[in-house]
């Protein structure tokens, strides 16, 4: 079925293979990863876009010895199937099986971990440090995409090694595209090399202009090489990069592996700091891909001939959708919402809001750190900004939360999406710690909805409150409740109780309310009355409630889609420790462990948030407590 593939043993095998084979198995390779994306789901036009990048790489260099760092990883497919991981490729992003990025548990070749942008750089900056400081000789070598570049991490990186000059290889993999289509000026000026062959001529007539004077004096010299250097800084692809310290080579078409070669053969025998920029397109090779790369940048099953994703049961519309209707309407209201993405506003429901309102809406490209304390200067001035930011992304503006939004009390609303267990993308992407860090911060409110009419409504009293507010919510449906049109006010710090029965309490935030239901059920089955309370904020406490509860109930339960260290539970617990209340306490979450890939049922059933392991252990507690 794959010739070619089958029989490659390893990757330094790669370097018998004619171009004519290499093209080939460019083909074969391509069609391993669609059939296989098409069955588990994955990041799929990424890396069809550097199937031949790869090729060439493992055709020139000799890795693990040398170093290839993946920036966010989601195009490094072809790396895992060439690096010995074929006959496992089926099982890619399943529980038990390969993960769908870079990770350095699970190969040598795997360098460094990744699955979050702009950090290969820095990352292979370090390698080549501490390769200089060994004494070794390999080569490290950074891939990173035109949309990762827009991470200010990524432009550290860049400042730094350029400070130090060592011998460092930066790939740059341009495709125009991050999730989305890429934005901003760096975007900008990366088109104008790809478009403009002609800056290539003009920096060539330049020297040969300033070469053709004779006798020219060192005063005009250095005069006529300042012109040049003035009108390089204009004229020349990559001007930018060298004023940085790299010498810049390209663009390159990278997809042409014999040309590939070609550089990396004579880069290889290079040193100093070496940026290389090519030119790939998002989901080469498959039709549905190439003509809609954002779609199949990251998808889930789909029919192969048709590209068609598989359709979802039941009709319950997604949380992201919820929030992208909602936000619409409030924005008709509320003039001074803005709303503001870090490069997905498809993927955080922004896409119709910038439509309806392109000059209130603000996407800043890979940054979260900036579209954080643009935001608090945004409400500095009069705005409120809306920030859509997946959960496990929002962790890279924990600074800029606390220092710039709530230490200055600024009316930003924070809206997470994809919190808690996101299945088969792993660890990098679930969102579990955002509960935990959110408490810490002085003036801010954290609403956790149970359900996408609660996510409607809270996020109508966020937009009205003129402090700092997060919601946070699931990935996918909602669990199809009515949708109460009229936004109503939600009490701040007021949980819902729904059940009051027994002498134990199920205190539960966002989706863990369904499995606390659940759970209720099932003890009272054994006798045990349980009562049921929707928490809605996990900060502030219902602490009116709670105290009554402390008081009347032999034990509370917590329940969260959050890490146990610092969240939800141990709010409660300091809450009865400090009120000095003698109820009991068993708290459920997420352990101090990074919770592997795998479907979300499978992964909620790993660390033990079902209704029936919810009630086996509280049951077990309280025969406990009744001895």
């Known amino acids: 079925m794959y010739p070619l ?14 171009l004519f084979e290499l093209e080939n198995l460019a083909q074969e390779i391509r069609q391993l990863i669609t059939e296989t994306v098409a069955k588990n789901g994955g990041h799929l036009a990424p890396s069809l876009g550097t199937v031949e990048l790869t090729l060439a790489l493992y055709s020139v260099f000799k890795f693990p010895q040398d170093k290839l760092i993946w920036d966010v990883g989601h195009q490094a497919y072809t790396h895992k199937i060439l690096t010995g991981r074929k006959d496992r490729f089926s099982t890619l992003r399943q529980k038990g099986g390969i993960t769908g990025f870079p990770n350095r548990f699970e190969s040598p070749y795997d360098a460094f971990g990744v699955g979050h942008a702009s950090t290969s750089i820095s990352a292979a900056l370090g390698m080549a440090i ?56 760096m975007s900008e000026y990366l088109s104008r090399i790809r478009l403009a062959p002609q800056y290539k001529q003009a920096k060539h007539d330049v020297e040969e202009l300033l070469s053709s004077i004779p006798r020219i004096g060192s005063k005009v010299l250095k005069t006529a090489n300042q012109i040049k250097d003035g009108i390089r800084s204009v004229l020349v692809p990559g001007a930018l990069f060298e004023e940085m310290g790299f010498s810049y080579l390209g663009p390159l078409d990278g997809h042409n592996i014999s040309l590939l070669q070609d550089v990396f053969n004579k880069v290889r025998e290079m040193n100093g700091l070496l940026l290389i920029h090519v030119h790939t397109m998002k989901g080469k090779g498959y039709a549905p891909a190439e003509d809609n790369p954002g779609k199949f940048h990251g998808v889930g099953k789909f029919d192969l001939a048709t590209g068609e994703t598989a359709k979802k049961s039941g009709g319950a519309p997604s949380y992201t959708s919820v929030f992208s209707k909602a936000l619409l309407e409030l924005a008709e209201k509320r003039p001074e919402l803005v709303a503001i993405t870090a490069a997905m506003p498809s993927g955080t429901g922004l896409s119709a809001f910038k439509d309806e309102y392109p000059r209130r809406f603000l996407d800043v490209g890979i940054a979260e750190e900036h579209a954080v304390t643009m935001a608090a200067g945004l409400a500095a001035d009069g705005k409120h900004p809306v920030v859509a930011l997946y959960s ?20 930003v609303t924070l809206c997470l999406d994809r919190a808690g267990l996101v299945g088969e993308d792993g660890p990098t992407h679930h969102g579990v710690f955002d509960l935990a860090y959110l408490r810490q911060m002085p003036n801010m409110t954290v609403f956790v909805p149970k359900d996408e009419n609660e996510l409607r409504q809270m996020l109508g009293k966020a937009v009205a409150m003129d402090t700092p507010t997060a919601v946070r919510y699931p990935r996918g449906a909602g669990l199809g409740v009515e949708i109460q049109q009229e936004f109503s006010d939600v009490p701040l710090g007021r949980a819902e109780v729904i059940s009051e029965e027994g002498e134990i309490a199920f205190l539960a935030v966002g989706t863990m309310n369904e499995v606390a239901a659940k759970a209720a059920d ?60 003698a109820a009991g306490l068993m708290r459920f979450g997420l352990p101090d ?29 309280i025969q406990t407590i009744s001895k």
Request: glycine content about 8%; hydrophobic content about 45%; some cysteine.
């Open 593 to 621: 462990a990074f919770v592997e890939q795998g479907s979300r049922k499978e992964l909620l059933e790993l660390v033990g948030l079902t209704p029936e392991a919810v009630a086996e252990k509280v049951l077990a507690r």
């Open 5 to 18: 593939l089958d029989k490659l043993g390893q990757p330094e095998d790669l370097k018998k293979y004619s």
């Open 130 to 185: 501490s390769r200089d400081l060994s004494g070794r000789r390999n080569k490290v070598i950074a891939v990173i995409g035109d949309g990762a570049l827009t991470g200010g991490e990524a432009f550290e990186a860049l400042n730094h090694a350029g400070q130090l000059g060592r011998d460092l290889i930066v790939i740059l993999n341009d495709n125009e595209m991050s999730i989305d289509k890429n934005v901003g000026a």
């Open 522 to 581: 099932l003890l009272s089955k054994q006798g045990v009355k349980a009562a049921l309370v929707n928490m809605r904020f996990v900060k502030p406490l219902d602490e009116e409630l709670l105290l009554q509860l402390g008081q009347s109930k032999q034990l509370l339960v917590t329940l969260e889609e959050n890490v146990l260290a610092g969240g939800f539970g141990s709010a409660v617990a300091e809450f009865l420790l400090d009120k000095d209340l």
């Open 392 to 411: 496990t992304f929002a962790q890279r503006a924990y600074d800029q939360l606390l220092h710039d939004v709530c230490l200055q009390n600024l009316p």
